[in-house]
């Protein structure tokens, strides 16, 4: 009997091994995500491999030790476009009934499998919002992940975005990277909602990583990821989808431009940004500044793709934030080209126009600074550090932002700036 049990122990120490290495259902990638209601959190995670006869969840509650509450997971099969063509498994759930400022802890997974507790705070709309905005960050001299881990975990953010390019890129390695990058960022990720939509290097195969990997709010039109908007108490957040522009996608851009335009004239919120990945205005080392085909078309638009500048101008746009250009600069109110100057450039009141600030400076391998572009007469600050930018609202009357330098002074701010609206 004695060898009879050990036989079992060893044959069921043999199946458990087998089972783990034929396939991976460990929890991966997990991240947080707003749904444009106040009242929901969304969680998205991936396994490498499929859940068979396995429902996966996530389930919540007030306190570590009890996890009372548990929502049903969808799960999505999809194929990496590399040579090996990848299947992956992206698992979204939904925390419902949440209450604004209420602390949650959860854990995600199935019965095969669970990941770590994490906790969040329920976003509180009525209060003031602590964001960090940046595009362009990379797992290579990625400078300011840790400082964003570490601004997470310090209670001084409420909320990500990341405004296009993320990984460099996200598909490559047949995904690895992508997995890589997405794991790197769950410190951050799994603890406060982190808010995406494409840029020119998550364009790949029809944008497949940004619509499997992510969960945003729908728009009603594709509901793919790429273009959303959120009300966050005070503000209307718009993200719009540039790449439409770049790749010549003439029949999405109608689209989207339709989108937001209608998005628009329900708009109540006190403040209004919008958030692209490509600018419509910064400094190159061209004398025109971005003047290239991609960033007139998107501005000023033509017969067959409509521009955005004179819809930000008409809505009374506060603040347009993009990325692409790998470093940071901020402008005046600028209205077809011409900047709306006044007394002082850190204090702007009741600007006529949207303010520019280019914020692609978070992390990649190709960085530049000031000294790599000719400054334009719209430019009011350039700088060539690493970093992302801080933006704060404080009431209905005042938003403030400014730059974290993430490599050499880490935590230092840089170029406050204010506006004031009454």
Not at 196 to 225: A, I, L, Q
Not at 231 to 246: C, K, P, R
Not at 323 to 347: A, L, N, Q
Request: include cysteine.
């Amino acid at each position: 009997m004695l060898l009879l049990f050990i036989f079992q122990l060893f044959f069921d120490f043999v199946m458990t091994a087998a089972i783990a290495t034929s396939g991976d259902n460990r929890v991966e990638q997990v991240h947080l995500s707003l749904s444009g209601n106040m009242n929901e959190m969304i969680v998205t995670w991936l396994t490498q491999s499929p859940l068979p006869n396995v429902t996966p969840f996530v389930s919540y509650g007030l306190s570590a030790d009890n996890l009372k509450w548990t929502s049903k997971a969808t799960t999505t099969k999809w194929a990496d476009e590399g040579e090996k063509s990848v299947h992956r498994y992206t698992h979204r759930a939904t925390m419902k009934n949440m209450s604004p400022g209420q602390r949650y802890y959860y854990s995600v997974g199935s019965s095969q499998a669970k990941s770590n507790i994490f906790w969040f705070t329920q976003p509180d709309p009525s209060q003031p919002l602590r964001m960090a905005i940046f595009g362009d960050l990379s797992l290579n001299k990625g400078f300011s992940i840790d400082p964003l881990i570490n601004a997470t975990h310090s209670g001084d953010l409420d909320i990500i975005i990341h405004i296009g390019d993320l990984a460099y890129d996200l598909q490559d390695d047949n995904g690895n990277v992508g997995d890589d990058y997405m794991n790197a960022i769950e410190p951050m990720a799994a603890y406060i909602p982190y808010m995406v939509f494409p840029g020119n290097h998550e364009v790949s195969h029809n944008f497949n990583h940004m619509v499997n990997r992510f969960t945003m709010p729908k728009n009603g039109v594709y509901d793919n990821n790429l273009f959303w908007s959120l009300d966050f108490g005070m503000i209307h957040f718009v993200s719009l989808n540039t790449e439409y522009y770049a790749e010549g996608m003439s029949k999405e851009t109608k689209a989207q431009y339709e989108w937001f335009v209608d998005d628009l004239k329900e708009n109540k919120a006190k403040w209004l940004i919008v958030l692209l990945h490509r600018p419509l205005y910064c400094s190159t080392k061209s004398a025109k500044g971005c003047h290239d085909p991609q960033d007139i078309i998107t501005r000023e638009g033509n017969a067959d793709f409509p521009g955005l500048e004179q819809v930000f101008i008409d809505n009374k746009v506060d603040v347009v934030f993009y990325g692409h250009k790998h470093t940071y600069e901020r402008m005046w109110p600028m209205k077809h080209g011409i900047p709306i100057k006044s007394e002082d450039s850190s204090y702007i009141k009741n600007p006529e126009a949207p303010v520019y600030i280019l914020t692609g400076a978070a992390g990649c391998h190709s960085h530049s600074g000031p000294d790599d572009s000719i400054a334009q007469p719209f430019s009011i600050a350039r700088l060539g550090n690493y970093g992302y930018t801080k933006f704060h609202l404080h009431n209905s009357t005042h938003i403030s932002t400014h730059f974290i330098d993430t490599s050499d002074n880490i935590g230092k701010p840089l170029d406050r700036f204010y506006i004031e609206k009454q």
